[in-house]
T-cell receptor, first 117, second 113 residues
Framework: AQSVAQPEDQVNVAEGNPLTVKCTYS??????LFWYVQYPNRGLQFLLK??????LVKGSYGFEAEFNKSQTSFHLKKPSALVSDSALYFC???????????????FGKGTHLIIQP | DADVTQTPRNRITKTGKRIMLECSQT?????MYWYRQDPGLGLRLIYY???????NKGEISDGYSVSRQAQAKFSLSLESAIPNQTALYFC????????????FGEGSRLTVL
């Protein structure tokens, strides 16, 4: 079965500093990995995904994520945080070899990112 | 207009009542999903549909049913609502099973008293 863990419930970063939101995963084969952001009272918005190829993936709003197979991680990063980045962030995984299992993504529990002015 | 539209956005009901949450999409995607979000638990898959004739249970389907009326419409029903079904419900669509990302509606907040 596929699973994903976000070890931090909340991450606090000062505006202008780099930020990292952590994600680790467990799948039986090579994973498809995704990051989403949720602003208050809104649906989830897609940020970026890793399917194959370059381990460093760039996405929306200046975010990027690095796929690390040996550490089974897919941490979300941004070089310089903005107050407007404050939101709830979800990591998600899909095992392309899961066969008859659920076709939807498996989500982590989410990490609240708070950027302090 | 939003690509994935959910109605109602907010609903308060009583235990034992039947509730239907509706989802419509203009993205032309075949695959549609219903997720439930609870604080601290992330999103959990309730049901998903590959096309009008293909509906599948997800991780937490007990107490829920769905109907895929057309490619663009996917409804979630609670036949007899109970308080622990109080949650934020999301509909999502996808163009591809594996590599495609999900596109979410704005959510339907359901409170069962």
């Amino acid at each position: 079965a596929q699973s994903v863990a976000q070890p931090e419930d909340q991450v606090n970063v000062a505006e202008g500093n780099p930020l990292t939101v952590k994600c680790t995963y467990s799948v039986s084969g090579n994973p498809y990995l995704f990051w989403y952001v949720q602003y208050p009272n809104r649906g989830l918005q897609f940020l970026l995904k890793y399917i194959t190829g370059d381990n460093l993936v760039k996405g929306s709003y200046g975010f990027e994520a690095e796929f690390n197979k040996s550490q089974t991680s897919f941490h979300l990063k941004k070089p310089s945080a903005l107050v407007s980045d404050s939101a709830l962030y979800f990591c998600a995984v899909r095992d392309p070899y899961s066969g008859g299992g659920a076709d939807g993504l498996t989500f982590g529990k989410g990490t609240h990112l708070i950027i302090q002015p | 207009d939003a690509d994935v539209t959910q109605t109602p956005r907010n609903r308060i009901t009583k235990t034992g009542k039947r509730i239907m949450l509706e989802c419509s999409q203009t993205k032309g995607h075949d695959r549609m999903y219903w997720y439930r979000q609870d604080p601290g638990l992330g999103l959990r898959l309730i049901y998903y549909s590959f096309d009008v004739k293909d509906i599948n249970k997800g991780e937490i389907s007990d107490g829920y049913s769905v109907s895929r009326q057309a490619q663009a419409k996917f409804s979630l029903s609670l036949e007899s609502a109970i308080p622990n079904q109080t949650a934020l419900y999301f509909c999502a669509t996808s163009v591809s099973a594996n590599t495609g990302e999900l596109f979410f509606g704005e959510g339907s907040r359901l409170t069962v008293l």
